[in-house]
């Protein structure tokens, strides 16, 4: 999973992204077939504010792996109480 994020980093990165982070059952390595991909960001200089910018790189995340459900987000989004579980399980992909 972490390979296949790292092959879309040029892309995303080109999408205002300045960091992608891998959290839940696939960061553990817990991942079944019907799980999701949870997805957090940070994107450079505020660029992502607006909602067609926040989206493009969930769009690339999409298509990239079809017919899979992806949690995305951003990390400044994450209310309080799960900062601190999807913390733990956390991976920065880029």
Same mark, same amino acid.
């Given at each position: 999973?972490?390979?296949? /994020?790292? *092959?879309?980093?040029?892309?995303?990165?080109? #999408? !205002?992204? +300045?960091?992608?982070?891998?959290?839940?059952?696939? &960061?553990?390595?817990? &991942?079944?077939?019907?799980?999701?991909? %949870?997805?957090?960001? %940070?994107? *450079?200089?505020?660029?992502? &504010? !607006?909602? /067609?910018?926040?989206?493009?790189?969930? =769009? @690339? @995340? =999409? +298509? *990239?792996? #079809? !017919? $899979? =459900?992806? !949690?995305?987000?951003?990390? %400044?989004?994450? &209310? *309080?109480?799960?900062?601190?579980? $999807?913390?733990?399980?956390? $991976?920065? $992909?880029?």
């Amino acid at each position: 999973m972490i390979d296949r /994020l790292r *092959a879309l980093e040029p892309e995303i990165r080109g #999408q !205002g992204v +300045s960091a992608l982070y891998l959290y839940g059952s696939h &960061a553990r390595d817990e &991942a079944r077939d019907d799980s999701d991909i %949870d997805i957090l960001v %940070d994107f *450079a200089n505020g660029r992502g &504010a !607006g909602f /067609l910018e926040f989206m493009r790189p969930y =769009e @690339l @995340l =999409e +298509s *990239a792996f #079809q !017919g $899979v =459900e992806i !949690g995305y987000g951003t990390r %400044d989004s994450l &209310a *309080a109480p799960y900062r601190v579980h $999807v913390a733990r399980d956390a $991976v920065r $992909v880029f």
